[in-house]
């Protein structure tokens, strides 16, 4: 009787637990049973793994193998535990020693001629090997550049089953990553493109400085999208620890380029109204899979006519504009994804949408109704509402060349090193982010100065959500302005951001 133990990955979201995986050969009938919660897909595996040894090479154990994964009430999905399935059993059978495999983490899956085939996943996986203390990993040769975004870990990389065999034999070294090229982001499109819409523009700079949820409203053709494409060429670059996080979501998801697999720029997500809730908040079954919202974490989420979406999609959006993560229980279990997101959404003022409002056939009720579509609770959670004005023969030829993405940018990276340097001491990177109670008590501001606000409230004309968010505003606002705090000034204009008139 023998037994042999190597260590994989399970992921629960973007979080990763360590497994066991243990190969019990003894005496019996031959046969292969695997137990320790697998999925049908990794139930599969044992056939998988067994095709895979033998076209490598090597011999299969001919009596009973029994093959744990442990913890054995985790949920094990997917088939990135055949190469420690395989490797566990030759380890077993005495085949390989097992003095390399203590302290290393496996991963891949096998292809019945011994192939290694990349999983998704690689990233996650390693952060969580690394912070349980594991000091070396194997991953698919085609995982390698992902791998070796992990500081701190000595990962290899291999082809095929037998370059790993001969790895643990002493034969042969594992490859090695290449040292990283210089990464060269993508330049985003470029605001000078963009004739006219001076309030837009500005309410786009806003939100790109405080990190603001933006509505536009307009009618057809009038830059709506183009300026939501060129929101992400605004924000800041990524720092590492953003970078790896929104890398590890794409991982999960198998969206990584080979080449270029670390994520520096915020990502801009434009689902289909027609996306079902599981494609824009995450689903599936068993585990639960990231979706639109998370894909966009650190960057933009843009719905692009947003009424035609649907209240059940929309209203799915609420907890996590609030939370930043989305929770998503399934069959097998709970699993919490980041969505710390900015909101953009464009509209039409109504469901015929013609160039001019002159032109509209909707009565009143018929355009209340469009709109309607975006509920109160949501639209209470948008911080900008702006109306766009439709493009004329005089504000497109003014002779002035409009302002370059170059130019806003530098105005906003100012004003949010203002802002963090403000929030730093409490863990807070923009104005979005700082909770209403710590504005209204900690960053009060004088009674003259709210005054405007405080009547809005008496009135009924925002709730005390929207005041936070008028506040918040009102910060980013003197942030731009190169101010230490609001004025009544600041206080005022965020109040007209927040005009339902522009809904």
């Known amino acids: 009787m023998a037994l042999a133990r190597t260590w994989s990955i399970a992921l629960l979201g973007i979080e990763g637990r360590v497994v066991e995986i243990e190969a019990d050969i003894g005496a019996g009938m031959p046969g292969t049973k695997l137990v320790g919660l697998p999925d049908a897909g990794l139930r599969e595996a044992k056939d998988r793994v067994r095709a895979a040894v033998r076209n490598s090479g090597e011999k299969w154990p001919d009596t009973n193998v029994t093959l744990g994964l442990s913890p054995a009430n985790l949920p094990k999905v997917g088939s990135g535990y055949d190469v420690g399935i395989a490797v566990a059993v030759l380890a077993a059978a005495g085949s390989v020693p097992a003095t390399r495999l203590v302290g290393t983490i496996l991963l891949g899956e096998l292809a019945l ?27 698919p040769a085609e995982s390698l550049r992902e791998g070796a975004l992990v500081d701190g870990l000595e990962v290899g990389g291999a082809g095929r089953l037998a370059e790993i065999v001969g790895w643990l034999r002493d034969e042969r070294p594992l490859t090695s990553p290449e040292p990283p090229a210089p990464v060269v982001p993508d330049e985003p499109p470029d605001l000078r493109d963009v004739l006219g819409q001076p309030e837009a523009r500005w309410a786009l700079e806003v939100a790109a400085a ?64 027609t996306a079902s809730v599981a494609a824009l908040v995450g689903g599936g079954t068993g585990l ?3 979706g639109a919202i998370s894909r966009a974490h650190r960057g933009v989420l843009f719905l692009d006519e947003a009424c035609e979406f649907g209240p059940e999609r929309l209203e799915a959006l609420r907890t996590a504009l609030e939370e930043g993560e989305i929770r998503l229980a399934r069959s097998r279990g709970v699993v919490r994804y980041p969505a710390r997101f900015q909101l953009v959404l464009a509209s039409n003022p109504c469901s015929c949408a013609p160039p001019r409002e002159t032109d509209c056939a909707c009565s009143p ?6 709109l309607g579509r975006l509920s109160g609770p949501l639209l209470d959670r948008v911080d900008l509402r702006v109306r766009m004005r439709p493009i004329t023969a005089m504000s497109t030829h003014t002779g002035e060349e409009p302002e370059p993405t170059e130019a806003v940018r530098a105005r906003v990276l100012s004003a949010r090193d203002r802002a963090a340097h403000r929030w730093a001491a409490h863990g807070w990177r923009t104005n979005a982010e700082v909770p209403g109670p710590a504005l209204r008590r900690e960053f009060s501001l004088p009674r003259d100065v709210t005054a405007l606000l405080d009547r809005s409230l008496d009135r009924g004309a925002v709730t005390a959500r929207g ?13 731009l302005a190169e101010a230490d705090r609001p004025d ?16």
């Open 365 to 370: 009720a018929e355009r209340r109704r469009y």
């Open 488 to 503: 009544a000034d600041h206080v005022a204009s965020a109040l007209e951001f927040r005009d339902r008139r522009a809904a």
């Open 210 to 273: 405080g990190g603001h949820h933006l509505l536009m409203v307009g009618p057809p053709g009038v830059g709506k999208t183009m300026l939501a494409r060129r929101l992400p060429g605004l924000l800041p670059r990524l720092s590492r620890a953003e970078a790896l996080e929104v890398t590890a979501i794409h991982s999960i998801e198998g969206a990584l380029s080979p080449e270029r697999p670390l994520v520096t720029v915020a990502p801009f997500v434009a689902p289909h109204h």
């Open 113 to 139: 001629d011994g192939r290694v085939r990349p999983v998704r996943g690689v990233l996650p996986a390693l952060l969580a090997a690394r912070a349980a203390g594991y000091r070396r990993a194997v991953v």
């Open 288 to 290: 639960a899979g990231p």
């Open 467 to 479: 005041a936070d968010r008028c506040l918040r505003i009102a910060w980013t606002l003197a942030d």
